[in-house]
């Protein structure tokens, strides 16, 4: 019987990536409550087309002015995934999820700003928005949507709490800074498991399976066209189906990328400066996947093969901490697309709340 957690011909399985170099540590726990995660997107607005100005609730007339245009909004949001969030935005300006774009997605047990982009003429309706989750706030306007990593980072505030009492880490930020860290795809990516798995079933033509494992997977369960076809084909004239595919093939290949640097770093050939390619049709995978080469062409336009190349390793900026009764605070500043969890995990063996569920 195939082992699951196996990857490919690199002997590296799921449980490795990750882990690979790291020592015994001290067992921590992280977002017991969504504020000891606290994430801000950093966004340099001489860059961007905006035009900052106040707006008032009690003047629509500059949103007709801006027909055309798009509205740029700082989102906050408190225990809500970031695409749940965009979802019931959408929701209540009755539009499709596909018109309103973002930099990325944010944690879900954690309280998070990023910026969202919403057609201007929905404004309106926002206007009576109300959430007790998620709150907006006007920034300015812009003649492009966002697109993903389009900021320049992420800053974070954590709280982590111990498991043991009266236990220490050395906690080496000066290695860190120097070094950095392995830039895997933490585990929020993965959503437990399925969504990758979906993206390598449709990509090896498993189309049954993938279909079956989509109607229980949390990001596709909750469609009605999911539940109520029969065929997974029919399924892409819907447009958030559409997203979750293209999500599942992108976790596929994040899968992929975990597998291989894991490869790598077990035989020495992981360089400080390396950038890798994701997609997942590509020689640099062979050994780690040896999937079939041919897509169906249902997939072809979902399936980013350029893909954008990704640091091996990841070096944090403004890494401090200080010891707090029971437990740490880390503030630091990394690059879109890291995981703050993979930072953390040079110091700590990383359990989540608040079922105590390991994360890494």
Not at 145 to 154: P, V
Not at 319 to 338: D, E, H, M, N
């Amino acid at each position: 019987m195939k082992d699951e957690n196996h990857v490919g011909n690199g002997d590296v399985s799921l449980d490795e990536m990750g882990r690979i170099l790291r020592t015994d540590r001290l067992s921590t726990t992280i977002k017991v409550e969504p504020k000891d995660f606290v994430v801000r997107e950093v966004v340099e607005c001489r860059g961007e087309p905006m035009v900052l100005k106040p707006f008032f609730a009690n003047d629509l007339r500059c949103v007709d002015r801006l027909s055309g245009m798009f509205s740029i909004l700082d989102m906050t949001k408190v225990d809500i995934e970031s695409g749940r969030a965009i979802k019931i935005i959408a929701d209540h300006c009755k539009v499709s999820v596909q018109y309103i774009s973002a930099y990325g997605k944010k944690d879900a047990r954690a309280q998070t700003v990023q910026r969202i982009c919403v057609p201007t003429e929905v404004m309106s309706k926002l206007l009576s928005f109300d959430h007790d989750n998620i709150f907006l706030s006007w920034v300015g306007t812009a003649r492009q949507s966002l697109r993903i990593g389009g900021h320049l980072g992420n800053y974070f505030e954590i709280i982590t709490h111990n498991n043991s009492v009266g236990c220490t880490v050395d906690i080496d930020t000066p290695r860190v800074h120097r070094e950095g860290f392995m830039n895997y795809f933490g585990p929020q990516r993965f959503g437990g498991g399925s969504g990758y798995e979906i993206g390598q079933a449709l990509v090896e033509g498993r189309n049954e399976q993938a279909f079956n494992l989509m109607k229980k997977n949390f990001f596709y369960k909750d469609l009605s066209i999911v539940q109520q076809s029969s065929d997974l084909f029919t399924c892409f004239k819907n447009a958030e189906f559409r997203s979750n595919v293209r999500f599942s093939l992108q976790q596929f290949q994040s899968y992929l990328f975990n597998a291989l640097i894991s490869h790598l770093t077990l035989s020495g050939k992981v360089s400080q400066e390396q950038h890798l390619w994701t997609p997942a049709r590509t020689s640099e995978y062979s050994d780690v996947w040896n999937g079939p080469q041919k897509l169906d062409k249902g997939l072809k336009g979902l399936l980013p093969v350029r893909g954008r190349p990704r640091a091996t390793r990841v070096f944090p900026k403004d890494l401090a901490y200080k010891k707090l009764c029971g437990g740490y605070k880390f503030v630091f500043q990394l690059p879109p697309g890291a995981f703050a969890t993979q930072l953390l995990s040079e110091f700590f063996d990383l359990h989540q709340g608040p079922h105590h569920r390991k994360v890494a």
